[in-house]
């Protein structure tokens, strides 16, 4: 446990802040990407069965997940303008996914064994698969359908990577020991060219706009070809084994490399060197970047950035140029929506993992210190210090839930009085009673449920023993009263005529009279819910050109606040239906690389906001501050600096940082009481306790 030193509601103390880091959610290596260009979204495949849909116009964040049927891992991904996403998977199944409805549009088998690589022409009208058994399939993508349009002459050996050339004309294909040229219409092989030995295998490809092949292979070399007349150009050893993953910039002259051992991102530059009175060009080593521990199985270039994955399933976002200090992010393999609830009274925690709940009860602090520090008022120390307690009692793991390995928890809750939990998979939902002394926990049985009480992609307790399911396939909220003995439907409410697409975020109020729900579109709707269950919608709030990443409303005042994922942060009144406070694009610097993942409130005093990333804990101040019962504004007071005086003159209706505390991929913030916090994060070191070693490697002047 923690104590922070801020400002508080009067003044000055203390905030107490749980540093819950028993969350040991597992890695899930990265397999695959595609990027958008036009629509900015990366599509990347997991080794588990999931599609991840990331937003990268402004700081990345996770918009859209689509589920996979249990043993259906996708091997490689293609984009077909923006709507149109297609995968392929070693079950053999090629598929069309619909990017907005999340769920599949159409489906292949078209060799019947494994799919290992597909790439779609520049003309985006035919796409190219290549199988386990050496076939290769065209299948036609033009009027918005798959249709089988022709098969290659059968190659020896599985088809690792497929590329088209620019006119569409040729395929270009690599397998083990051989690089071959095919003619597209003819279906044969125009060349092949031979490896430095037949057990090298080519795992990627790269074609440029001047017919240049580009390949890497398990040797760890990157060998250059000129298509036309199949002769080699360069060849460089780049890494000691294993070149996984290429890239290239759109204007094809930076070449980024990456794979297994050592697992670095090596850059290289297109350079025209002369010798004599002849010119040539060659890629010569640029920069290079360490930022994973262990192997590197995909890469997209987003210029001027690297965006890269593999083993570990971290996202990691660094720049192609030369810098002092060059950007790095990186983004841990979280699961989607809220993975982390909590019981304030009963001060229990709630963890969601893909197969599994646990139950903890915190830590609390030894009652003399406690003492100790009420009594103290420690003015000397900085804000944002922070000092380490000692806890009377450790964190307790008080139970399990455990579900079928295939199953995916994709929701789970519990309730605020501790009594149920509720969690949802994609399948069915289930409900249980929790009771104390002895702990124990009663599932209540299908047949004794509602049959509204359907599959949920968002799970709801309220403080007036209400359960909120958000089902995501109609689009619809179902309301449930809690009673001691029995689950009773109350009402429903349609959110589909006013968000078109699948719900990202959703809150109600702390009083439970409002409802807000923010859709992948950039829409917020806001509801008034009735007792009589006569829902009535109250305003959309104007759509914003980022999308939402997080969302809170105020107790005890109709007020709403959003952050969006350019940085701003925006407070608007339901009442008045105006905003009342926002803040400048990327107030916070931080903002520009990690989105604001939560946002927490202060009860007593509307005028503080804490927002959290995945690197840190921030603390804002509203400049034009408001005066409540619980806090008076002191209009004399000098403890504002000249600048930050100047601040607040020039965007009154703004925000101003206070303090930040690093934190190391923070995954929830909760607010136990004004003055005590939780914090759930994860330790790099933690995430990747479970995989191999990493690679180790010499270096200059170490033993």
């Known amino acids: ?348 925690l709630l963890l969601r993992y893909p197969h599994s709940l646990d139950l903890w009860r915190l830590g609390t602090v030894a009652a003399r210190q406690e003492e100790e520090d009420e009594d103290e008022e420690r003015w000397d120390l900085p804000v944002g210090h922070t000092e380490d307690l000692v806890l009377a009692k450790p964190p307790q793991k008080l139970l399990q839930l455990n579900v079928r390995e295939k199953s995916f928890i994709q929701a789970a809750a519990l309730s605020p009085d501790a009594a149920w939990i509720c969690y949802s998979t994609l399948t069915d939902v289930r409900l249980s009673r929790l009771t104390q002394a002895p702990l124990q926990v009663e599932r209540r049985p299908a047949e004794d449920l509602p049959q509204e009480l359907t599959p949920a992609s968002h799970i709801l307790f309220t403080k007036q023993q209400q359960l909120l399911l958000l089902d995501p396939k109609a689009n619809r909220v179902n309301f449930f009263d809690l009673e001691e003995d029995r689950v009773l439907f109350r009402s429903s409410l349609d959110l589909g005529a006013h968000l078109k697409r699948s719900v990202s975020h959703l809150v109600v109020s702390p009083d439970g009279e409002y409802l807000v729900a923010a859709s992948t579109d950039h829409l917020i709707g806001v509801w008034r819910l009735q007792p009589a269950g006569k829902h009535k919608h109250l305003v959309n709030l104007p759509r914003h050109r980022a999308g939402t990443t997080a969302l809170a409303m105020h107790e005890g005042r109709p007020r709403l606040v959003v952050a969006y994922a350019d940085g701003r942060l925006v407070e608007y009144d339901l009442v008045k239906r105006a905003f009342t406070c926002e803040t400048v694009e990327y107030l916070i610097p931080g903002t520009k690389h990690f989105c604001i993942r939560g946002i927490i409130l202060d009860p007593k005093n509307p005028n503080i906001f804490l927002v959290h990333t995945e690197e840190y804990l921030y603390v804002l101040e509203r400049n034009k501050r408001l005066a409540t019962e619980d806090y008076v504004v002191n209009t004399k007071s000098k403890k504002y600096s000249q600048e930050s005086r100047s601040l607040m003159a020039a965007n009154p209706n703004g925000m101003r940082l206070k303090t930040q505390l690093p934190r190391q991929h923070l995954v929830h913030v909760f607010r136990l009481s004004p003055n005590e916090l939780v914090n759930v994060s994860i330790s790099t070191s933690n995430l990747l306790a479970s995989l191999p070693p990493p690679f180790q490697r010499k270096r200059f002047g170490a033993s």
């Open 1 to 348: 446990m923690t104590a922070i030193l801020n400002e508080p509601p009067q003044g000055g103390g203390k905030q107490q802040l749980h540093n819950a880091r028993f969350y040991t959610i597992k890695p899930r290596a990265i397999v695959g990407m595609a990027y958008n260009k036009l629509s900015k979204c990366l599509a990347l495949s997991r080794e588990t069965d999931c599609i991840e849909l990331w937003n990268m116009e402004y700081a990345p964040y996770l918009d859209r997940v689509i589920h996979l049927l249990p043993g259906s891992p996708v091997e490689a991904l293609a984009w077909a303008g923006t709507k149109r996403l297609f995968s392929a998977d070693l079950t053999g199944k090629l598929i069309e996914w619909d990017v907005l409805r999340l769920r599949q549009r159409y489906e292949q088998s078209p060799t019947g064994n494994a799919l290992w690589s597909m790439d779609i022409n520049g003309q985006e009208t035919e796409l190219a698969v290549g199988s386990e058994e050496g076939h290769i399939n065209i299948m036609s993508i033009e009027n918005d359908e798959i249709t089988y349009k022709s098969i290659f002459n059968k190659q020896k050996g599985r088809v690792l990577c497929c590329k088209f050339d620019k006119s569409g004309k040729h395929l270009i294909t690599g397998s083990e020991g051989y690089v071959r040229i095919w003619s597209v219409l003819k279906g044969h092989t125009l060349h092949t060219m031979t490896l430095s030995a037949k057990d090298v295998i080519v795992w990627c490809l790269r074609v440029l706009a001047d017919n240049t092949i580009v390949a890497g292979d398990s040797a760890g070399f990157v060998t250059v070809w000129n298509a036309e007349n199949a002769t080699q150009i360069d060849r460089q050893r780049v890494l000691d084994k294993n070149v996984f993953a290429l890239a290239l910039n759109e204007e094809e002259d930076r070449l980024v490399c990456s794979g297994m051992e050592p697992p670095l991102i090596r850059v290289f530059s297109k350079t025209k060197i002369r010798r004599e009175e002849s010119e040539s060009e060659r890629w010569i080593k640029f920069v290079q970047r360490d930022a994973h521990k262990h192997y590197v199985k995909s890469l997209a270039m987003i210029d001027p950035l690297i965006v890269s994955g593999g083993l570990d399933g971290i996202l990691t976002i660094t720049s192609s140029e030369r810098s002092s200090l060059p950007q790095l992010s990186q983004h841990a393999p979280f699961l989607q929506g809220s993975a982390a609830s909590v019981a304030i009274d009963a001060k229990l």
